[in-house]
């Protein structure tokens, strides 16, 4: 389905990940039970004003599924490819391989804030509790806006909660995506996701990409190395350490500092899958991510997290032994597909939906050049 904005998904390029079919929405949210919402903060332009714009950023809700998650938490995993981030509440997850809440993603020096505020949400719903452990994961969107400013708080939040619901997924520009950019291009939200057969298990893995990192020289489109075409036409520079300044200063608006930026990619899935299986599950994701182009330098925050919303677990178990259904090791193989497509194709539609943004002092990220694309695909004959 086309964005409303009329950039296209990849599969509107008559172009696929992989062998197997997508959900029906081709989102995260085919993933039964599982809901998004979102709210885009974007006002003023021009020169920096701390405190005051110009502002490009917001909040991506995740809620994997009904019902209080801190009484009734989900299994999770989590995959650290590179650690430079700002992210809050992974620590428990990797120790205890429990979710208690909904999933925030937000901008840098909005973590805390965001953190403070779905905290306050939580409490409404249960003032009874005594500590809890927020998720709110981020990417840096320093080029587009006023990151010091903190403009994503409670309001926010709770209105990106109050949204969250069912089916097709916006993408690009939206959320806690609105001021990222990938491979020197505008980026932002993408999603997808993939429906294994009922001899397969009949399960859905759905993925949800917040896209803020890629160089270029390494984009890779439906499998087609589409990065290198733009370098060749002179659209894109190289991203590149061993850049002249004179590289530099010519391609300065297009240009992606080849260390910085973070990727987040959330992985759900309605399969029983134990805490060690999903943290597998998200690795096999960063194998689709790095077929796309991520490179994840040095300043890259790159996570991925991954969570099973077919088993609850009570905040405190009275049993003596546990006992849970778990899908055998034997059978991860096309579940960990279904990751590593699904991931690959949300990394590709957060750069395909986005559009061109102007961010602080007149910094643009320009959106990934469609012209070119389909002349590339049709000399392709595809």
């Known amino acids: 389905m086309s964005s409303s904005n009329g950039r296209p998904r990849l599969r509107d390029l008559g172009l696929g990940v992989g062998i197997i079919p997508p959900g029906r929405w081709n989102a995260i949210t085919d993933v039964p039970g599982l809901k998004v919402g979102q709210v885009t903060l974007i006002r003023g332009k021009g020169k920096l004003r701390p405190g005051h714009g110009p502002v490009r950023c917001g909040v991506t809700a995740i809620v994997p599924a009904p019902g209080d998650l801190f009484a009734s938490k989900l299994a999770a995993g989590v995959h650290i490819m590179n650690g430079y981030g700002k992210s809050v509440g992974l620590m428990q997850i990797a120790e205890t391989g429990r979710l208690e809440t909904p999933i925030l993603l937000t901008g840098t020096l909005n973590v805390w804030r965001v953190a403070d505020a779905l905290i306050d949400w939580i409490l409404e719903r249960n003032p009874r509790i005594y500590s809890v452990s927020p998720t709110v994961l981020e990417c840096s969107p320093h080029w587009a806006d006023d990151v010091a400013g903190r403009h994503v708080g409670r309001r926010e939040v709770f209105e990106a909660l109050r949204r969250a619901k069912s089916g097709p997924v916006e993408e690009g520009n939206v959320g806690g995506g609105t001021g990222l950019s990938s491979f020197g291009l505008k980026s932002g939200i993408g999603t997808s996701s993939r429906k294994l ?45 061993a850049l002249t300044a004179e590289e530099c200063r010519r391609g300065a608006a ?3 500092a080849p260390d910085a930026g973070s990727l987040i990619c959330v992985v ?20 689709g991510l790095g077929r796309a182009g991520l490179a994840s330098g040095h300043a890259s925050g790159d996570i991925v997290l991954a969570v099973s919303t077919a088993e609850r677990f009570r905040h405190v178990e009275k049993r003596g032994v546990i006992s849970r259904r778990e899908v055998p090791d034997a059978r991860l193989a096309d579940l960990f597909n279904a990751a590593n497509e699904s991931a690959e194709e949300a990394y590709l539609n957060a750069a395909l939906r986005a559009e061109t943004l102007e961010g602080v002092g007149g910094a643009r990220r320009e959106a990934l ?14």
């Open 254 to 256: 297009n240009l992606e």
């Open 197 to 241: 057969p009922e001899r397969g298990g009949g399960w859905t893995v759905g993925t949800l990409v917040q896209a803020n990192a890629g160089s270029i020289q390494y984009l890779s489109v439906g499998g087609l190395p589409f990065g290198r075409e733009m370098v060749r036409s002179g659209r894109a520079l190289p991203t590149h350490t």
């Open 268 to 287: 759900a899935t309605d399969a029983p899958l134990s805490a060690r299986q999903l943290t597998r599950l998200a690795r096999r994701a960063a194998l």
């Open 369 to 382: 050049p469609m012209d070119l694309l389909k002349r590339y695909l049709k000399e392709r004959k595809l």
